[in-house]
T-cell receptor, first 112, second 111 residues
Framework: EAQVTQNPRYLITVTGKKLTVTCSQNMNHEYMSWYRQDPGLGLRQIYYSMNVEVTDKGDVPEGYKVSRKEKRNFPLILESPSPNQTSLYFC???????????FGSGTQLSVL | GDSVTQMEGPVTLSEEAFLTINCTYTATGYPSLFWYVQYPGEGLQLLLKATKADDKGSNKGFEATYRKETTSFHLEKGSVQVSDSAVYFCALPYNFNKFYFGSGTKLNVKP
């Protein structure tokens, strides 16, 4: 089954404790991206990647890092989380530019 | 710059009522336009899309027409069901793999 898998589904952590949210897709997609969803703001792109070792900032990249060492994986790293990063995070992938996004089920992160 | 503006929710309807969720866009050029739906506890999934002006996207009884003259892509359904309760997002792609999403409209359908 074609899917984007994110883990964990829920995460509660404390300020400053490094964490990684994993994302994997099994569709051989070139494009992958991370979004955060906040009430009243819709989805905002954090980072995106057009291929292995090619990443670029989205609209709200501050406080986040990504890497794309393999085509299928695109982890999101918060090196020093802060409470304003409490949000619902989605990973997405697509097979070509300007085309349909496939989303993971989301990671609800709470930073205390 | 490019953007999408979506009507605010929540929208509450009775089953079998007519639904319209407004979406207007600002874009350079004529990009494809998308509607995504997010059911409770799930990620977004594509509902429908239109690739050029006057195109109509449709799926699961939902329709939206890409109107260049009014820069709109309103979502409609003639008879909503309880199972349509979800959050709906209008989206506009730009710059390869970047999308602008509207703020989302929550639909509640009561039996």
């Amino acid at each position: 089954e074609a899917q984007v898998t994110q883990n964990p589904r829920y995460l509660i952590t404390v300020t400053g404790k490094k964490l990684t949210v994993t994302c994997s897709q099994n569709m051989n997609h070139e494009y992958m991206s991370w979004y955060r969803q906040d009430p009243g703001l819709g989805l905002r792109q954090i980072y995106y990647s057009m291929n292995v070792e090619v990443t670029d900032k989205g609209d709200v990249p501050e406080g986040y890092k990504v890497s794309r060492k393999e085509k299928r994986n695109f982890p999101l790293i918060l090196e020093s989380p802060s409470p304003n990063q409490t949000s619902l995070y989605f990973c997405a992938s697509s097979g070509s530019a300007y085309e349909k996004l496939f989303f993971g089920s989301g990671t609800q992160l709470s930073v205390l | 710059g490019d953007s999408v503006t979506q009507m605010e929710g929540p929208v509450t309807l009775s089953e079998e009522a007519f639904l319209t969720i407004n979406c207007t866009y600002t874009a350079t050029g004529y990009p494809s336009l998308f509607w995504y739906v997010q059911y409770p506890g799930e990620g977004l999934q594509l509902l429908l899309k239109a690739t050029k002006a006057d195109d109509k996207g449709s799926n699961k009884g939902f329709e939206a027409t890409y109107r260049k003259e009014t820069t709109s892509f309103h979502l409609e359904k003639g008879s909503v069901q309880v199972s349509d309760s979800a959050v709906y997002f209008c989206a506009l792609p730009y710059n390869f793999n970047k999308f602008y999403f509207g703020s989302g409209t929550k639909l509640n359908v009561k039996p």
